[in-house]
Nanobody, 136 residues
Framework: QVHLVESGGGSVQPGGSLRLSCAAS????????MAWFREGSEKGREGVASIYNDATHRMGVGELRYFGDPVRGRVTISRDNAKNTINLQIDSLKPEDTAIYYC??????????????????????WGKGTQVTVSS
């Protein structure tokens, strides 16, 4: 398993932006599947975004990203392998984005599938989360 630590959460007004980071204990370029999930007060854990890196499995698909429907068009996910981190930029924040945001990682191929990537059971490693609160 990989040790993951999230940072960058906080309170922001509607319409604002936040950049969350997830630091991995091992070389992030060798972790095929990394993702962000969130869990609000009334919802279960839902997938926000995932990113697949082909360095380990060499499936010939390069870097693949998926996004959850509530955030599509407002988030970007990126890897910084020099720092062993993945980042999540969230723009145009809404009150319904308020949640604890978790980083997840797995050595499998879930991030190649449009449905599997959003299943929490596909990930073996989880961070402890960072709180994002959007209110005026």
């Amino acid at each position: 398993q990989v040790h993951l630590v999230e940072s960058g959460g906080g309170s922001v007004q509607p319409g604002g932006s936040l950049r969350l980071s997830c630091a991995a204990s091992s070389y992030s370029a060798e972790i095929p599947c990394m993702a962000w999930f969130r869990e609000g007060s009334e919802k279960g854990r839902e997938g926000v975004a995932s990113i697949y890196n082909d360095a380990t499995h060499r499936m010939g698909v390069g870097e693949l990203r998926y996004f959850g429907d509530p955030v599509r068009g407002r988030v970007t996910i990126s890897r910084d392998n020099a720092k062993n981190t993945i980042n999540l930029q969230i723009d145009s924040l809404k009150p319904e984005d308020t949640a604890i945001y978790y980083c997840a990682a797995d050595q499998g191929l879930a991030c190649l599938n449009a449905h599997r990537w959003r299943q929490p059971s596909e990930y073996k490693s989880w961070g402890k989360g960072t709180q994002v609160t959007v209110s005026s």
